[in-house]
């Protein structure tokens, strides 16, 4: 990513861009730290142990229930959310699905192609990819402006990539995120706050994000609650291949750009 608005859903970005509501209050976004603010040396200590932990772990399936604010017949708010699954074997493979108010879709990437799919037109689109996780992000990125959500947790090394930006941050203690205690974080950057909850155990897990876009009308807000996490599950080459469903139609990427957007819904 290259934002980097830490973990900006094109969903979000597509409903923060129908947000004029005349019932909405404005907020001021920030412009930047606030005065005496710094990025708190425990803040960034569990975020550098949260990052290699995930770095060391070279397979792993999480579920994710997400919601987000989307705007309803352009009068007043409304919370939507999907439910997330992900396989992932580094460096190079990854299988996707999303189901939910705003998701019917499903990718894989088998270290040479990036095969999209809308379950709900049954129909696909397949990208030539480079040969690793981090430059498919980096070239969706870069090439597409697609940005998957949780894409930041996804990199070899998630730090730089979720601490980009960041102005200030800060330690808040340990509260409840998905049914465990966690160390929970709070950071800013230009126009956004995020915040993190990091598993206390002897797994230093992301069981929850939560983030306030302020340089959108009406702060618009995106948050996942990691639901489970499997670690160095066994996978086959097969949960990476795509199959195509009887009676797909394959499109031309040009056809199928809403659907390339939609991996991020």
């Known amino acids: ?27 001021e976004a920030p412009k930047g730290a606030p005065e005496g603010h710094k990025i708190e040396a425990k803040a960034d200590e569990l975020m550098k142990q949260m990052s290699a932990f995930l770095a060391r772990t070279k397979t792993f399936t999480l579920e994710a229930e997400e ?23 580094r460096p190079s493979r990854f299988a996707a699905t999303a189901i939910g108010d705003t998701a019917h879709r ?15 037109h049954n129909a696909y689109a397949v990208l030539d990819m480079p ?48 049914g465990v205690p966690c160390h929970h974080l709070s950071f800013g950057q230009e126009g956004v706050e995020w915040q993190i909850w990091i598993d206390s155990g ?16 009406g702060v618009p807000q995106y948050q996942a609650v990691f639901r489970r996490w499997t670690l160095e599950p066994k996978v086959t080459a097969e949960q990476f291949a795509f199959k195509v469903p009887a009676g797909a139609k394959k499109v031309a990427l040009e056809d199928m750009a809403s659907t390339l957007l939609s991996v991020a819904r």
């Open 1 to 27: 990513m290259s934002l980097r608005l830490p973990f900006l859903p094109a969903a979000l970005a597509a409903a923060a861009a129908l947000a004029p509501i005349a019932a909405f209050a404005q907020a």
């Open 67 to 89: 919601t987000f604010d989307a705007e309803f017949a352009r009068a007043y708010r409304i919370q939507l959310s999907n439910v997330r699954t992900l396989t992932l074997e």
């Open 106 to 120: 499903a990718s894989w990437y088998d270290g040479k192609t990036l095969t999209v799919l809308s379950q709900k």
């Open 131 to 178: 040969g690793t996780i981090d430059a498919v992000l980096d070239k969706l990125a870069a090439d597409y402006a697609v940005f998957l959500p949780l894409s930041d947790l996804l990199y070899g090394d998630p730090y730089p990539t979720m601490m980009a930006d960041v102005l200030y941050g800060k330690y808040l203690g340990v509260h409840q995120a998905a």
């Open 202 to 217: 002897k797994q230093p897990l992301p069981r929850k994000l939560a983030i306030a876009y302020w340089d959108q009308p």
